[in-house]
C-alpha cells in the first residue's frame, strides 16, 4: 500500500536553532514530493516540490531549504530558524486511484519557534 | 487578486440540511479541481476532484464546476456534526502543482 511518514508530529524550537523535518513515501518509485506550510490562519503555501532525486524547485524565498536526497526521502532544512518560521509544516506526494488523482498528504510537523 | 478564493465562515447549518461551500479561481487554464476537508489540528484529506464542467457525486457530496463563470462548489447533504470541519479548495495551476484556498470553516449543529 503507499503511505506517507512525516515526523515527528510537533517541535519547538528556540529562534537561531536548525531544523529538519523529514519525509517519506512508500509504496510507490519517483513519486512528485512536496512541502507545503498553513500558518495560523491562513492558507496552505507551497514551499518546495521535487520531480526526483537531487531536483528541488522553490516556491517562495525565505530561510528554508529542501533536499531529496533519495528517491522516496524529502527533507526540509533551516539553518536558523525565525519566529516566521513557526507553522504547520506537511508533506503530500501525488497519488492516483482510477484515474483520479491528487494530493495525500502526511500527518504533518506542529512546528513552534520560540 | 488571490488565485483561488474562499469565504472564511463559519457557515452554519443544522443537522440534515444541505451545505454549500463556493470557491472562484483565476487562472482561466485551471483544468482540475479538488475539495479538503480538514479537521482542527490534522492534516487535509482528499474528498472530491472534478475535472468537468457539471456535477460530480460521490455519497452524500456532489461538487459542481463551471469553468466559463471559474467557479467550483461543494453540496454536502444531510449535514452531520461529524462533517464539521474546515474544506479547502485547490485548484491545479500546471505542473501538478495545488493552489488552495484559505478554506471556509463549516459548523453543524445537532
Known amino acids: 500500500s503507499q503511505t506517507i511518514h512525516q515526523w515527528p508530529a510537533t517541535l519547538v524550537q528556540p529562534v537561531g536553532s536548525p531544523l529538519s523535518l523529514e519525509c517519506t513515501v512508500e509504496g510507490t518509485s519517483n513519486p512528485n514530493l512536496y512541502w507545503y506550510r498553513q500558518a495560523a490562519g491562513r492558507g496552505l503555501q507551497l514551499l518546495f516540490y521535487s520531480v526526483g532525486i537531487g531536483q528541488i524547485s522553490s516556491e517562495v524565498p525565505q530561510n528554508l531549504s529542501a533536499s531529496r536526497p533519495q528517491d522516496r526521502q524529502f527533507i526540509l532544512s533551516s539553518k536558523k530558524l525565525l519566529l516566521s518560521d513557526s507553522g504547520f509544516y506537511l508533506c503530500?506526494?501525488?497519488?492516483?486511484?482510477?484515474?483520479?488523482?491528487?494530493?495525500?498528504f502526511g500527518s504533518g510537523t506542529r512546528l513552534t519557534v520560540v | 487578486q488571490k488565485e483561488v478564493e474562499q469565504n472564511s465562515g463559519p457557515l452554519s447549518v443544522p443537522e440534515g440540511a444541505i451545505a454549500s461551500l463556493n470557491c472562484t479561481y483565476s487562472d482561466r487554464g485551471s483544468q482540475s479541481f479538488f475539495w479538503y476537508r480538514q479537521y482542527s489540528g490534522k492534516s487535509p484529506e482528499l474528498i472530491m476532484s472534478i475535472y468537468s464542467n457539471g456535477d460530480k457525486e460521490d455519497g452524500r457530496f456532489t461538487a459542481q464546476l463551471n469553468k466559463a463563470s471559474q467557479y467550483v462548489s461543494l453540496l454536502i447533504r444531510d449535514s452531520q456534526p461529524s462533517d464539521s470541519a474546515t474544506y479547502l479548495c485547490?485548484?491545479?495551476?500546471?505542473?501538478?502543482?495545488?493552489?488552495f484556498g484559505t478554506g471556509t470553516r463549516l459548523l453543524v449543529s445537532p
Open positions: 485547490a485548484v491545479n495551476t500546471g505542473f501538478q502543482k495545488l493552489v
Open positions: 503530500a506526494w501525488i497519488t492516483w486511484a482510477g484515474g483520479i488523482y491528487g494530493y495525500t
